[in-house]
């Protein structure tokens, strides 16, 4: 990563002039796309996301205005602008693999929930699971430390699913 091209929320918060929890706010509702994460507290911007709050401030100089007002006056401001259009942001194109090695692991955790159900924890394997959908062991390890990590996911992902399918004052009932 050039370290030319990103920079912190810090940095972009200076150049900017905006508090981090406006950019945060953008970023949660779409008006910005999501930074370059790497790791749980560390992210990464560049240009285009600094070219973005530059036109989301020239719009809101005429007034307070909707998220979806100001959403669709900035792409139709960006449509216009030919430099903004022609810069493919390097943020965007590690967001667009992020999200495709978010599908893998997606796939393997719900393949892992299938395959713990039928068998049980101690008696699946990992070509068990790496075999049911098409990938190598070796993509596996790519995504998990190990079988213990990847049980951790597929509870977290399970007690999530009851979370959004369940009543929280029957939780005890959800199955």
């Not at 999200?99 to 393949?111: G, P, Y």
């Not at 790496?130 to 049980?151: M, N, P, V």
Request: one cysteine or more.
């Amino acid at each position: 990563m050039d370290k030319k091209e990103f920079m912190r929320i810090g940095e972009l918060e200076k150049k900017a002039g905006l508090p981090k929890t406006t950019i945060h706010f953008y970023v949660r509702n779409g008006l910005l796309h999501p930074p370059v994460k790497t790791g749980r507290t560390m992210a990464y911007y560049d240009q285009s996301h600094l070219k973005r709050l530059q036109n989301i401030q020239k719009i809101k100089l005429e007034g307070r205005v909707p998220l979806s007002f100001l959403m669709e006056r900035i792409e139709k401001l960006e449509q216009r602008d030919t430099e903004f259009n022609e810069i493919e942001s390097p943020a965007k194109q590690i967001a667009t693999t992020t999200k495709a090695k978010d599908r893998k692991r997606q796939e393997i955790v719900k393949a892992a929930i299938r395959i713990f159900s039928e068998k049980g924890y101690h008696k699946v394997k990992i070509r068990d699971i790496t075999g049911s959908i098409g990938i190598s062991t070796g993509t596996f390890y790519i995504y998990f430390k190990d079988k213990r990590e990847l049980f951790v996911d597929v509870v977290d992902d399970a007690l999530r699913g009851c979370r959004r399918r369940c009543d929280p004052r029957n939780h005890w009932r959800c199955g």
